[in-house]
C-alpha cells in the first residue's frame, strides 16, 4: 500500500466532483460550481518556516520545565539555552520526557532570560499541541511545580 502524507491532495475535477485522497481515506466530494452555488474562496494557512530547531529536556530536576497559564493550562516551555533567538521567533520543537517519551512542535520565542540572570534561557509559546501530547505536559506540570508566565 502506498504511504500518503498526512496532507490532503485534490485531483482536477471530472464530470462535477473531486477526487480527495485524505490520508487512508478515499473519498469524492461534490463540486458546487457546476450547480450556480457559490463557494467561499479559502485563503491557505500559511505556517512560518521554523528559524531554528531546539532541543528541550524536561526531568524532575532539569532546568528546562513547562510553562502554565493562570488556569494551571501548560501554555508553553521554558527552554534553559545560551542560545538567543529574538522575540517572535518560530522554533521547532522536540521535547523529551521521562521514559524516553518525545514529542515534536512548533513554538514561538515569547520572552528570554539573559545569560546575566544566572538562568538562562527563552520562553516558548506552544503555536499548537495535540490532545494527547498536551494531556502529556500535562501530567508532566502536575509531578513538577511548572513556571508561571502572565503576559
Do not use: K
Not at 77 to 89: H, M, N, Q, S
Not at 128 to 137: F, I, K, N, S, W
Request: include cysteine; hydrophobic fraction near 45%; aromatic fraction near 6%.
Amino acid at each position: 500500500m502506498t504511504q500518503l502524507s498526512p496532507l490532503s491532495i485534490l485531483t482536477p475535477p471530472a464530470a462535477g466532483s473531486w477526487n480527495v485522497l485524505l490520508e487512508d481515506h478515499d473519498a469524492t466530494v461534490i463540486d458546487a460550481r457546476p450547480l450556480g452555488l457559490r463557494v467561499p474562496e479559502i485563503e491557505p494557512v500559511r505556517v512560518p518556516a521554523p528559524e531554528a530547531f531546539l532541543e528541550v529536556a524536561l526531568a524532575p530536576y532539569s532546568d528546562s520545565n513547562v510553562v502554565v497559564d493562570l488556569d494551571g493550562r501548560v501554555d508553553g516551555v521554558f527552554a534553559a539555552t545560551y542560545r538567543e533567538l529574538p522575540l517572535g521567533a518560530h522554533v521547532e520543537v522536540r521535547l523529551c520526557l521521562p521514559g524516553g517519551v518525545e514529542l515534536m512542535t512548533r513554538a514561538t520565542v515569547r520572552w528570554a532570560r539573559a545569560a546575566s540572570t544566572g538562568r538562562p534561557g527563552l520562553g516558548l509559546a506552544f503555536a499548537r499541541l495535540d490532545a494527547e501530547d498536551a494531556d502529556l505536559l500535562q501530567t508532566f506540570a502536575a509531578y513538577r511545580e511548572p513556571e508561571l508566565f502572565v503576559a
